[in-house]
């Protein structure tokens, strides 16, 4: 009865939109990874989403997790990194140089913590709502010398036998997608994907349905939208949790809400904070299943920050909260990392975003890691 009540209390909604905090989970084993990375998101952006939704003294989903980290974001060669370089860190352990996916500065193949996580038979996945050859997705599953090579990304992907791919970016699969191009070598990967065991959705209403070991979501073109006929973060979550969670050796999965960025690099604040509070939703999807199924860890953290947000009093009131950019671009600082399961306390402390990929790995029995191939 006890165990239900605790639940009943995490798991309720407080009117003001923010939540309980999550308890710990009593468990030493950890058979699977829930990975959220909120693209842009630093510690100010979750700061403006919080007092928003709730007020100076309410608490995300995020920051009701019992174990907090502050992780460092540079990359090989600068000291502000890009997604592209930040994903790698995050994936493989290993530092590149920006604009890189998947490779050392001088060209090797760094093994990504989900490829290791594939070869130990456990199911892998990659949510995200931006195009699934964007950047960020990409640094988990493939290895390109400059993250434009999307039309290589997409063939990587498939090759790497990911088991849930949703995201957008459709028009890297085809040789025509309308007004957004397409593929330069006319080919059909989507044609090929089916015939390789991979069941193909293009809307909300086939996503419900899905219910392959192997599921291409590609539900835009270019990057989502946000609108129906679209699923939104939160349904891509739940449906790659349910199918991934099939899986009798657990899974890896990376869920990125990648428009958090886009708002930040255009000073949008209002976009900024909503698409925090979705990512937060989705999260929660993450946290219920995590205490379900207690053998799972959730972490939720960013490759950078963008923007230079800063909150500052407002003139007219100093309970009131102003909102101040100092850039378009990324910046340098130090991004938060949360986690809840167990096996969580280790993401506590001041780290590299190199360190979180093994930390990972760690985690789940990966032998040999970090690693580099020819």
């Known amino acids: 009865m006890r165990n239900v009540l605790v639940t009943l209390l995490v798991v309720i909604v407080i009117l003001t939109g923010c939540r309980a905090a999550s308890p710990s989970v009593e468990s030493s084993d950890t058979t699977s990874v829930i990975l959220c990375i909120g693209d842009g998101m630093g510690a100010a952006q979750v700061a403006a989403a919080r007092i928003t939704a709730g007020g100076l003294d309410c608490k995300l989903v995020m920051e009701g997790m019992p174990y907090v980290g502050l992780m460092r974001t540079h990359s090989a060669d600068s000291a502000v990194t890009d997604s592209a370089a930040a994903a790698t860190g ?4 290993i530092k590149t140089n920006n604009g890189m996916i998947g490779i050392t500065p001088d060209g090797k193949k760094c093994v990504t ?6 070869d130990k038979s456990m199911a892998t996945g990659l949510v995200c709502t931006c195009g699934i050859t964007h950047a960020t997705p990409a640094g988990f599953a493939a290895h390109v010398r400059h993250r434009k090579m999307e039309e290589t990304i997409a063939e990587q992907l498939l090759e790497n036998r990911v088991n849930v791919l949703f995201g957008g970016g459709r028009k890297f699969f085809l040789s025509d997608c309308g007004d957004t191009g397409g593929r ?5 990967l989507i044609d090929a994907a089916v015939k390789n065991g991979y069941e193909y959705i293009e809307d909300a209403q086939q996503l419900r349905s899905a219910d392959g070991r192997y599921v291409l979501g590609l539900f835009e073109c270019g990057p989502l939208t946000g609108q129906p006929p679209e699923p939104n973060l939160v349904e891509l979550t739940a449906k790659a949790i349910e199918i991934l969670s099939r899986h009798s050796r657990g899974f890896f999965l990376m869920v990125e809400a990648s428009q958090i960025d886009w708002d930040c690099h255009a000073n949008n604040i209002d976009g900024c904070i909503e698409k925090v509070l979705v990512f937060d939703k ?11 199924d207690r053998h799972t860890v959730v972490i939720v953290t960013a490759d950078h920050e963008t923007g230079g947000l800063t909150l500052q009093t407002a003139e007219n009131n100093k309970l009131d909260v102003a909102f101040k950019w100092s850039t378009k671009g990324h910046s340098g600082a130090s991004v938060p990392v949360y986690a809840f399961g167990p096996g969580a306390q280790i993401f506590s402390g001041v780290y590299d975003n190199t360190e979180l990929a093994k930390r990972i790995a760690g985690l789940l029995g990966i032998k040999e890691f970090p690693k580099v191939t020819e």
Do not use: M, P
């Not at 989705?282 to 379900?292: E, G, M, P, S, T």
């Open 90 to 93: 995050l994936a493989s352990g």
């Open 113 to 118: 913590v989900l490829e290791a996580a594939r």
């Open 184 to 188: 330069k070598d006319g080919r059909n």
């Open 282 to 292: 989705a999260i929660q999807k993450a946290v219920d299943f995590a205490l379900a």
